[in-house]
Nanobody, 120 residues
């Protein structure tokens, strides 16, 4: 199974910025939507943002214009970045990227997660 590699994250004070990256091998036969989720212990994993194969972008209501998702790709890999600005303590969570692959036999896959901690 092709698992995306996550990078970025860390600890910042409220109002700070972080960038998360999610990189995976590109499969030309697949159409891929890439999504960012976050999870806090005791709560369900929730979607944060996504970018579809056709570059349509989605943001959860709680993002409120603070985050930007973008994609960069070359012939061998896809990288999706989530730029997070004006971070709030309630953004503290483990962030996961997920690749949903369609019209091909390559399975969907999750990254291992990266921690984001925002202090007051």
């Amino acid at each position: 199974q092709e698992r995306p590699v996550q990078s970025g994250g860390g600890s910042v004070e409220a109002g700070g910025s972080l960038t998360l990256s999610c990189t995976a091998s590109k499969f030309p036969e697949c159409k891929e939507d890439i999504r960012w989720y976050r999870e806090v212990p005791g709560r369900e994993r929730e979607i944060v943002s996504s970018i579809r194969n056709d570059d349509y972008k989605y943001y959860a209501d709680f993002v409120e214009g603070r985050f930007t998702i973008s994609r960069a790709q070359d012939s061998v890999k896809n990288t999706v970045n989530l730029q997070m600005n004006s971070l709030k303590p309630e953004d503290t969570a483990m962030y996961y990227c997920k690749i949903d692959r369609m019209k091909c036999r390559i399975p969907n896959s999750w990254g291992r997660g990266t921690q984001v901690t925002v202090s007051p």
